[in-house]
Protein backbone atom coordinates (compact mmCIF):
# COMPACT_ATOMS: atom_id res chain seq x y z
CA UNK A 1 0.00 0.00 0.00
CA UNK A 2 2.86 2.76 0.51
CA UNK A 3 4.56 1.53 -2.71
CA UNK A 4 0.87 2.46 -4.27
CA UNK A 5 0.44 5.84 -2.38
CA UNK A 6 4.04 7.11 -3.10
CA UNK A 7 3.29 6.34 -7.08
CA UNK A 8 2.49 9.70 -8.45
CA UNK A 9 0.51 8.36 -11.78
CA UNK A 10 -2.07 6.54 -9.13
CA UNK A 11 -5.20 7.79 -7.00
CA UNK A 12 -6.97 5.89 -4.62
CA UNK A 13 -10.33 6.56 -4.39
CA UNK A 14 -13.53 5.61 -2.49
CA UNK A 15 -16.06 3.75 -4.91
CA UNK A 16 -19.75 6.00 -4.86
CA UNK A 17 -21.44 2.71 -3.04
CA UNK A 18 -20.24 -0.11 -1.25
CA UNK A 19 -17.18 1.24 0.88
CA UNK A 20 -15.34 -0.23 -1.76
CA UNK A 21 -11.67 1.70 -2.61
CA UNK A 22 -10.52 1.81 -5.93
CA UNK A 23 -6.96 2.54 -7.24
CA UNK A 24 -6.89 4.10 -10.33
CA UNK A 25 -4.42 4.78 -13.11
CA UNK A 26 -4.21 9.35 -12.61
CA UNK A 27 -4.54 9.73 -15.84
CA UNK A 28 -7.78 8.04 -16.27
CA UNK A 29 -8.78 9.28 -12.91
CA UNK A 30 -8.71 13.44 -14.71
CA UNK A 31 -10.21 11.99 -17.88
CA UNK A 32 -13.53 10.12 -16.11
CA UNK A 33 -13.84 13.48 -14.31
CA UNK A 34 -13.25 16.21 -17.14
CA UNK A 35 -15.88 13.72 -19.29
CA UNK A 36 -18.18 14.77 -16.37
CA UNK A 37 -17.10 18.40 -16.49
CA UNK A 38 -17.58 18.71 -20.43
CA UNK A 39 -21.41 18.37 -19.56
CA UNK A 40 -22.48 21.90 -21.09
CA UNK A 41 -25.79 21.28 -19.39
CA UNK A 42 -24.57 20.96 -15.83
CA UNK A 43 -20.85 22.69 -15.71
CA UNK A 44 -19.13 25.26 -17.58
CA UNK A 45 -15.30 25.97 -17.24
CA UNK A 46 -14.80 29.86 -16.72
CA UNK A 47 -11.18 31.47 -17.20
CA UNK A 48 -10.88 33.84 -13.90
CA UNK A 49 -10.71 33.44 -10.86
CA UNK A 50 -13.96 33.83 -9.39
CA UNK A 51 -13.18 34.01 -5.25
CA UNK A 52 -13.37 37.98 -5.59
CA UNK A 53 -16.69 37.94 -7.27
CA UNK A 54 -18.42 35.45 -5.16
CA UNK A 55 -16.78 37.49 -1.17
CA UNK A 56 -18.35 40.58 -2.76
CA UNK A 57 -21.86 39.06 -2.98
CA UNK A 58 -21.06 37.50 0.66
CA UNK A 59 -20.29 40.87 2.16
CA UNK A 60 -22.99 42.63 0.43
CA UNK A 61 -25.37 40.54 2.13
CA UNK A 62 -23.17 40.52 5.77
CA UNK A 63 -22.86 43.82 5.83
CA UNK A 64 -26.80 44.90 5.18
CA UNK A 65 -27.89 42.54 7.90
CA UNK A 66 -24.69 43.88 10.34
CA UNK A 67 -26.15 47.20 9.18
CA UNK A 68 -29.65 46.68 10.30
CA UNK A 69 -28.57 44.62 13.47
CA UNK A 70 -29.49 41.08 12.51
CA UNK A 71 -26.17 39.62 12.96
CA UNK A 72 -23.52 40.60 15.60
CA UNK A 73 -20.03 41.64 14.56
CA UNK A 74 -18.74 38.13 15.19
CA UNK A 75 -21.51 36.44 13.02
CA UNK A 76 -20.82 38.70 10.45
CA UNK A 77 -16.77 37.89 10.82
CA UNK A 78 -17.44 34.53 10.16
CA UNK A 79 -19.81 34.68 7.44
CA UNK A 80 -16.62 36.53 5.38
CA UNK A 81 -13.91 34.76 7.47
CA UNK A 82 -12.73 32.27 4.48
CA UNK A 83 -11.51 32.62 0.60
CA UNK A 84 -11.07 29.43 -0.17
CA UNK A 85 -12.56 27.75 -3.22
CA UNK A 86 -13.92 24.23 -2.79
CA UNK A 87 -12.35 21.66 -5.09
CA UNK A 88 -13.87 18.21 -6.14
CA UNK A 89 -13.48 14.70 -6.23
CA UNK A 90 -14.58 12.14 -8.25
CA UNK A 91 -15.75 8.55 -6.79
CA UNK A 92 -16.67 6.05 -9.50
CA UNK A 93 -20.21 4.20 -9.36
CA UNK A 94 -18.71 0.53 -10.08
CA UNK A 95 -22.71 -0.36 -10.15
CA UNK A 96 -23.12 0.81 -12.63
CA UNK A 97 -21.86 0.61 -16.96
CA UNK A 98 -18.79 2.16 -17.94
CA UNK A 99 -18.24 3.12 -14.34
CA UNK A 100 -19.02 7.10 -14.57
CA UNK A 101 -18.02 9.41 -11.93
CA UNK A 102 -19.99 11.00 -9.30
CA UNK A 103 -18.47 14.49 -8.49
CA UNK A 104 -18.54 15.56 -5.17
CA UNK A 105 -17.92 18.83 -3.97
CA UNK A 106 -15.33 19.53 -1.08
CA UNK A 107 -16.63 22.40 0.15
CA UNK A 108 -15.65 21.89 3.80
CA UNK A 109 -14.04 25.14 4.72
CA UNK A 110 -14.60 26.57 1.30
CA UNK A 111 -15.97 30.48 0.77
CA UNK A 112 -19.51 29.71 1.00
CA UNK A 113 -19.52 26.91 3.67
CA UNK A 114 -20.23 29.58 6.38
CA UNK A 115 -22.89 31.14 4.86
CA UNK A 116 -24.30 27.68 4.42
CA UNK A 117 -23.91 26.52 8.10
CA UNK A 118 -25.37 29.41 9.62
CA UNK A 119 -28.73 29.47 7.50
CA UNK A 120 -28.80 25.96 8.16
CA UNK A 121 -29.36 25.79 11.59
CA UNK A 122 -32.25 28.27 11.06
CA UNK A 123 -33.97 26.43 8.37
CA UNK A 124 -33.13 22.32 9.79
CA UNK A 125 -35.93 21.71 12.07
CA UNK A 126 -37.78 22.15 8.59
CA UNK A 127 -36.71 18.43 8.34
CA UNK A 128 -39.90 17.85 10.61
CA UNK A 129 -42.20 18.99 7.76
CA UNK A 130 -41.60 15.66 5.05
CA UNK A 131 -43.44 13.03 4.80
CA UNK A 132 -42.69 9.16 4.65
CA UNK A 133 -38.66 10.01 4.90
CA UNK A 134 -36.78 7.37 6.22
CA UNK A 135 -33.97 9.17 8.30
CA UNK A 136 -31.36 6.49 8.95
CA UNK A 137 -31.95 2.92 8.29
CA UNK A 138 -32.20 1.68 11.37
CA UNK A 139 -35.39 3.17 12.13
CA UNK A 140 -36.53 2.01 8.80
CA UNK A 141 -36.33 -1.76 10.20
CA UNK A 142 -38.56 -1.12 13.11
CA UNK A 143 -41.06 0.53 10.65
CA UNK A 144 -41.08 -2.35 8.38
CA UNK A 145 -40.10 -5.14 9.81
CA UNK A 146 -43.21 -7.59 9.90
CA UNK A 147 -45.28 -5.33 8.44
CA UNK A 148 -48.93 -6.71 7.46
CA UNK A 149 -49.31 -6.87 4.09
CA UNK A 150 -52.85 -7.66 1.47
CA UNK A 151 -52.05 -11.00 -0.56
CA UNK A 152 -52.02 -8.21 -3.97
CA UNK A 153 -49.14 -5.94 -2.63
CA UNK A 154 -45.89 -6.16 -4.35
CA UNK A 155 -42.61 -4.80 -3.02
CA UNK A 156 -41.00 -2.46 -5.87
CA UNK A 157 -38.12 0.49 -5.58
CA UNK A 158 -37.67 4.09 -7.80
CA UNK A 159 -34.20 5.66 -7.88
CA UNK A 160 -34.25 9.19 -9.09
CA UNK A 161 -31.14 9.78 -11.68
CA UNK A 162 -28.63 12.60 -10.32
CA UNK A 163 -31.19 13.73 -7.98
CA UNK A 164 -28.91 16.49 -6.44
CA UNK A 165 -28.17 18.45 -10.15
CA UNK A 166 -31.46 17.67 -11.42
CA UNK A 167 -32.93 19.75 -8.43
CA UNK A 168 -34.18 23.40 -9.53
CA UNK A 169 -32.52 25.53 -7.01
CA UNK A 170 -35.11 29.12 -7.34
CA UNK A 171 -37.88 27.01 -6.91
CA UNK A 172 -36.93 24.51 -4.14
CA UNK A 173 -35.67 28.20 -2.32
CA UNK A 174 -38.96 29.12 -2.36
CA UNK A 175 -40.53 26.01 -1.34
CA UNK A 176 -38.44 26.58 1.96
CA UNK A 177 -39.32 29.67 2.02
CA UNK A 178 -42.66 29.09 1.72
CA UNK A 179 -42.39 26.29 4.35
CA UNK A 180 -40.47 28.36 7.10
CA UNK A 181 -44.52 29.07 8.27
CA UNK A 182 -44.35 26.08 9.77
CA UNK A 183 -41.16 26.58 11.82
CA UNK A 184 -40.99 27.90 15.04
CA UNK A 185 -37.36 28.35 14.56
CA UNK A 186 -37.81 31.31 12.41
CA UNK A 187 -38.68 33.33 16.12
CA UNK A 188 -35.20 32.70 16.96
CA UNK A 189 -33.54 34.77 15.06
CA UNK A 190 -33.90 38.37 13.51
CA UNK A 191 -33.87 37.42 10.16
CA UNK A 192 -36.65 37.74 8.00
CA UNK A 193 -37.71 34.93 4.82
CA UNK A 194 -36.37 37.37 2.76
CA UNK A 195 -33.05 37.35 4.38
CA UNK A 196 -33.30 33.68 4.67
CA UNK A 197 -33.87 33.22 0.52
CA UNK A 198 -31.05 35.67 0.20
CA UNK A 199 -28.47 33.73 2.10
CA UNK A 200 -29.70 30.40 0.42
CA UNK A 201 -29.19 31.79 -3.01
CA UNK A 202 -25.65 33.45 -2.25
CA UNK A 203 -24.53 29.89 -1.31
CA UNK A 204 -26.37 27.28 -3.70
CA UNK A 205 -26.12 29.78 -6.47
CA UNK A 206 -22.63 30.23 -6.33
CA UNK A 207 -21.32 26.70 -6.88
CA UNK A 208 -18.18 27.43 -8.18
CA UNK A 209 -14.80 25.00 -7.71
CA UNK A 210 -11.49 24.19 -9.33
CA UNK A 211 -10.00 20.72 -10.48
CA UNK A 212 -6.78 20.17 -12.27
CA UNK A 213 -5.98 24.16 -12.12
CA UNK A 214 -9.19 25.12 -13.76
CA UNK A 215 -11.83 27.11 -12.56
CA UNK A 216 -15.46 25.57 -13.10
CA UNK A 217 -19.06 26.47 -12.38
CA UNK A 218 -22.12 23.97 -11.40
CA UNK A 219 -25.11 25.74 -13.62
CA UNK A 220 -27.47 23.63 -12.71
CA UNK A 221 -28.87 21.81 -9.33
CA UNK A 222 -27.94 21.44 -5.92
CA UNK A 223 -23.61 20.79 -5.31
CA UNK A 224 -23.01 17.84 -3.75
CA UNK A 225 -21.23 18.65 -0.50
CA UNK A 226 -22.90 21.61 0.65
CA UNK A 227 -24.51 21.13 4.14
CA UNK A 228 -27.91 22.67 3.08
CA UNK A 229 -28.38 20.39 -0.20
CA UNK A 230 -29.19 16.70 1.05
CA UNK A 231 -31.97 18.90 3.40
CA UNK A 232 -33.29 20.93 0.07
CA UNK A 233 -33.55 18.39 -1.88
CA UNK A 234 -35.28 16.35 0.80
CA UNK A 235 -37.76 19.47 0.96
CA UNK A 236 -37.81 19.56 -2.86
CA UNK A 237 -38.69 15.62 -3.22
CA UNK A 238 -41.36 16.10 -0.69
CA UNK A 239 -43.04 19.11 -2.21
CA UNK A 240 -42.77 16.72 -5.78
CA UNK A 241 -43.95 13.64 -4.39
CA UNK A 242 -47.00 15.20 -3.22
CA UNK A 243 -47.30 17.30 -6.59
CA UNK A 244 -46.78 14.01 -9.09
CA UNK A 245 -46.58 10.87 -7.14
CA UNK A 246 -50.03 11.32 -6.29
CA UNK A 247 -51.23 8.19 -7.31
CA UNK A 248 -48.44 6.19 -5.07
CA UNK A 249 -49.29 8.48 -2.44
CA UNK A 250 -52.41 7.41 -2.21
CA UNK A 251 -52.70 4.02 -3.09
CA UNK A 252 -49.36 2.68 -1.55
CA UNK A 253 -46.97 3.09 1.08
CA UNK A 254 -43.68 4.47 0.58
CA UNK A 255 -40.18 5.13 1.94
CA UNK A 256 -38.20 7.65 0.71
CA UNK A 257 -34.19 7.58 1.81
CA UNK A 258 -32.65 10.83 -0.46
CA UNK A 259 -32.75 9.40 -3.66
CA UNK A 260 -33.81 5.49 -3.46
CA UNK A 261 -38.01 4.99 -2.87
CA UNK A 262 -39.32 1.76 -1.43
CA UNK A 263 -43.20 1.54 -2.56
CA UNK A 264 -45.59 -0.98 -1.67
CA UNK A 265 -47.81 -1.54 -3.84
CA UNK A 266 -51.07 -3.20 -5.76
CA UNK A 267 -49.63 -2.19 -9.05
CA UNK A 268 -48.69 -5.40 -10.93
CA UNK A 269 -45.11 -4.51 -13.02
CA UNK A 270 -46.18 -4.07 -15.99
CA UNK A 271 -48.58 -0.91 -14.52
CA UNK A 272 -45.62 0.27 -12.45
CA UNK A 273 -43.65 0.69 -16.16
CA UNK A 274 -46.37 2.40 -17.65
CA UNK A 275 -46.81 4.88 -14.80
CA UNK A 276 -43.07 5.38 -14.22
CA UNK A 277 -42.48 6.67 -17.94
CA UNK A 278 -45.56 8.97 -17.83
CA UNK A 279 -43.65 10.12 -14.88
CA UNK A 280 -40.63 10.85 -16.64
CA UNK A 281 -42.43 12.62 -19.36
CA UNK A 282 -43.37 15.89 -16.84
CA UNK A 283 -41.97 18.78 -17.34
CA UNK A 284 -38.40 19.41 -15.17
CA UNK A 285 -35.38 17.25 -14.98
CA UNK A 286 -36.57 14.85 -11.89
CA UNK A 287 -36.66 11.21 -13.89
CA UNK A 288 -37.17 7.72 -12.04
CA UNK A 289 -35.37 4.02 -12.80
CA UNK A 290 -37.45 1.09 -11.01
CA UNK A 291 -36.84 -2.34 -9.66
CA UNK A 292 -39.30 -4.88 -9.34
CA UNK A 293 -39.51 -7.44 -6.79
CA UNK A 294 -38.19 -11.09 -8.01
CA UNK A 295 -38.96 -13.91 -5.94
CA UNK A 296 -40.96 -12.02 -3.44
CA UNK A 297 -37.99 -10.36 -2.56
CA UNK A 298 -36.30 -7.10 -3.41
CA UNK A 299 -33.03 -4.86 -1.87
CA UNK A 300 -33.31 -1.48 -0.15
CA UNK A 301 -31.04 0.00 0.97
CA UNK A 302 -28.34 -2.38 3.13
CA UNK A 303 -31.40 -4.59 3.44
CA UNK A 304 -33.28 -7.86 1.40
CA UNK A 305 -36.71 -7.26 2.31
CA UNK A 306 -39.18 -10.27 1.10
CA UNK A 307 -42.86 -11.46 1.50
CA UNK A 308 -43.54 -14.23 3.32
CA UNK A 309 -47.12 -16.34 4.43
CA UNK A 310 -47.26 -16.25 8.73
CA UNK A 311 -50.21 -18.27 9.87
CA UNK A 312 -51.97 -16.77 6.23
CA UNK A 313 -51.36 -13.42 6.98
CA UNK A 314 -48.55 -11.64 4.52
CA UNK A 315 -45.80 -9.77 5.69
CA UNK A 316 -42.15 -7.94 5.25
CA UNK A 317 -38.82 -9.86 6.77
CA UNK A 318 -36.16 -8.17 6.54
CA UNK A 319 -32.48 -9.00 6.17
CA UNK A 320 -29.12 -7.27 6.12
CA UNK A 321 -27.76 -7.37 2.59
CA UNK A 322 -24.86 -6.73 0.92
CA UNK A 323 -24.97 -5.60 -2.88
CA UNK A 324 -22.67 -7.45 -5.09
CA UNK A 325 -20.89 -4.22 -5.79
CA UNK A 326 -19.98 -3.72 -1.43
CA UNK A 327 -16.40 -4.24 -0.34
CA UNK A 328 -15.84 -7.32 1.53
CA UNK A 329 -13.65 -5.27 3.85
CA UNK A 330 -13.17 -2.80 6.47
CA UNK A 331 -10.75 -0.69 7.98
CA UNK A 332 -7.56 -2.64 7.72
CA UNK A 333 -6.80 -4.04 11.47
CA UNK A 334 -3.12 -2.73 10.58
CA UNK A 335 -3.87 0.70 9.73
CA UNK A 336 -2.65 3.23 12.41
CA UNK A 337 -6.44 4.47 13.25
CA UNK A 338 -7.07 3.89 17.17
CA UNK A 339 -7.96 0.75 18.61
CA UNK A 340 -11.51 1.77 19.46
CA UNK A 341 -12.34 2.65 15.94
CA UNK A 342 -11.73 -0.61 14.56
CA UNK A 343 -13.20 -1.92 18.43
CA UNK A 344 -16.53 0.32 17.47
CA UNK A 345 -16.61 -1.22 13.34
CA UNK A 346 -16.87 -5.34 15.12
CA UNK A 347 -19.92 -3.71 17.84
CA UNK A 348 -21.38 -1.14 15.29
CA UNK A 349 -21.70 -3.85 12.37
CA UNK A 350 -22.59 -6.74 14.82
CA UNK A 351 -25.20 -4.62 16.31
CA UNK A 352 -26.71 -4.20 12.79
CA UNK A 353 -27.29 -7.28 12.07
CA UNK A 354 -29.09 -8.43 15.27
CA UNK A 355 -31.03 -5.76 14.49
CA UNK A 356 -31.90 -6.25 10.98
CA UNK A 357 -31.87 -9.91 10.80
CA UNK A 358 -34.00 -11.60 13.60
CA UNK A 359 -34.76 -15.24 12.35
CA UNK A 360 -31.75 -16.99 14.22
CA UNK A 361 -30.23 -19.14 11.45
CA UNK A 362 -30.47 -16.57 9.16
CA UNK A 363 -28.80 -14.42 12.01
CA UNK A 364 -25.53 -17.03 12.56
CA UNK A 365 -25.17 -16.39 8.56
CA UNK A 366 -24.84 -13.09 8.70
CA UNK A 367 -22.59 -12.98 11.67
CA UNK A 368 -20.77 -15.63 9.81
CA UNK A 369 -20.28 -13.61 6.57
CA UNK A 370 -19.57 -10.60 8.80
CA UNK A 371 -16.63 -12.49 10.47
CA UNK A 372 -15.08 -13.26 6.79
CA UNK A 373 -14.91 -9.35 6.20
CA UNK A 374 -13.03 -9.09 9.26
CA UNK A 375 -10.40 -11.60 8.86
CA UNK A 376 -9.93 -10.45 5.13
CA UNK A 377 -9.34 -7.09 7.15
CA UNK A 378 -6.78 -8.43 9.07
CA UNK A 379 -8.63 -8.57 12.46
CA UNK A 380 -7.14 -11.04 14.96
CA UNK A 381 -9.67 -14.31 15.10
CA UNK A 382 -9.64 -14.15 18.86
CA UNK A 383 -10.56 -10.23 18.60
CA UNK A 384 -13.54 -11.20 16.38
CA UNK A 385 -15.00 -13.46 18.36
CA UNK A 386 -14.82 -11.93 21.75
CA UNK A 387 -16.16 -8.71 20.25
CA UNK A 388 -19.29 -10.26 18.25
CA UNK A 389 -19.90 -12.39 21.36
CA UNK A 390 -19.62 -9.60 23.73
CA UNK A 391 -21.70 -7.39 21.51
CA UNK A 392 -24.47 -10.41 20.93
CA UNK A 393 -24.88 -10.62 24.74
CA UNK A 394 -25.09 -6.90 24.96
CA UNK A 395 -27.61 -6.44 22.83
CA UNK A 396 -29.64 -8.92 24.50
CA UNK A 397 -29.28 -8.27 27.46
CA UNK A 398 -28.83 -4.42 27.65
CA UNK A 399 -29.12 -3.94 31.22
CA UNK A 400 -25.82 -6.27 31.48
CA UNK A 401 -23.45 -4.05 29.56
CA UNK A 402 -19.64 -4.78 30.10
CA UNK A 403 -16.31 -3.25 29.01
CA UNK A 404 -14.41 -4.64 26.59
Avoid at 85 to 91: A, D, F, H, K, S
Avoid at 260 to 287: A, H, P, S, V
Amino acid sequence: MDEIKANQNLVIVQADKGGKVVVMDKKEYINLIDTKLNDISTYEQIKKDPTKKIMEKIKTEADKLLGLNKINLAQHYQLIGIEDLPTIRGQPKLHKENNPMRIITCSKNTITSPVSKFVFNIIKELRSTISNVVTNTTKFVDNINYLPLNINENLASLDIQDLFTNIPVTRAVDIVIHRLNESKKLENTKLTKTDIKRLLLVSLNNSYFQFNNKFYRQTKGLPMGNTLSPLIADIYMDYYSKEHLKQININNKIFRYVDDILIITKMTETELKEYINKLNKIKGKIRFTHEFEENNSIPFLDTKLTKINDNNQMKIKVRWFRKSTASNRFLNYESDHGKSIKRNIVQNMTTRILHTTKETEEQKDDLEKLKIMLLNSNYPPNEIEHLIKQTCQEFNNPKEKTNA
